[in-house]
């Protein structure tokens, strides 16, 4: 247990060193995308066949051979500086994704040793990860589109590669053996929260009402909508796959693969319906929007069908009452929230804050 723990933290650590910290060499200057890297973890929460098509694929074990006996002799006739290939930008440049950015374009739970990931053919996905969230940057959150030309930018023959004896690079195969279309895709709403990697649920909940999402809240509620988008809550679930958020969930006694934004004792406070199967989710709910309206306010999904039908008379299932109780419940003393530094949860001052009357 000491050894995993230990090496689980090493991992964490990986996000925040520069690549010289981490022994990188061969890379000359160090490149400027246009976005941070989020890692393959944080892709398969909404692209889960694409996911499950990239693990089945070598790209996924591009980094591991890089330690081979093999592997230090290629990299001795390509005359790398560093210890080995596994840190020689020569040798990462194709086995691995982001070898040569700064830390600060690296996000909690990226890690170089996954190997080819997603973002090595489509791009950082920082900028699309915040747009899906409901939250668009400057740079809105379109992903580059790879085609089979760019594979041959690492699929090229290499005199080093030679005594591996393998046959030149079929093109054609390579690219149907990892073709993920969209279109094969299934939206987070559709999937059951064991599928998105949340972790030791007991049991799942069984909303009086299907969730809808925050998104549908604003055609009738845009003031409250307002309030809420500007207040913590809303930031709530991003805040799990920060640098902070990752080393408290570390803290805990469970160490959960994905880190807190798989826990499901984390994303009972940072998150709205993660517990309910995906027949209580519509289309267009994201667990990832946080703490929306409906996790004070209660799955509005008989709320907003009888709106739309012209049955006010009908619609006070979303009457649920929020107070103190309701407030309390998430914003409690934890061990592992110490190191925020923060005072004591002071409702009143809290309330004004969020206070959105209809």
Sequence with gaps: MLVGLTGAEGQYREDAMEPEEIGIRDIGELSVPPAAYVGNDVCRLCH???YATWLGTKHARA????RSMMAMQMGRQEGVTACCPAKSGKCLSCHATAPDVSAAFRGPGFRMGEGVTCEKCHGPGADHVATMEGEPTERAGAMRVPTRDACRQCHAPKASHAPLGKPPFDLERGWKAILHPRAAERPEDEIEPAELGIWQLEQASVPAAAYVGSAACVDCHSRAYQVWAASGHAQASRAL??????MMGMKTDMNVIGGPS???RCLS????GHDVAAAYRQPGFRIRQGVGCEKCHGPAGAHVEAMRAGKAADAASLQRPAGAETCQSCHRFKKSHEALGRPAFDYAAAWARIAHGR
């Design 269 to 272: 406070c940072h998150a709205t």
């Design 48 to 50: 889960v066949r694409a």
């Design 63 to 66: 980094f591991v051979p890089l």
């Design 262 to 264: 798989q826990d499901p």
């Design 241 to 246: 796959r920060s640098e902070m958020g990752v």
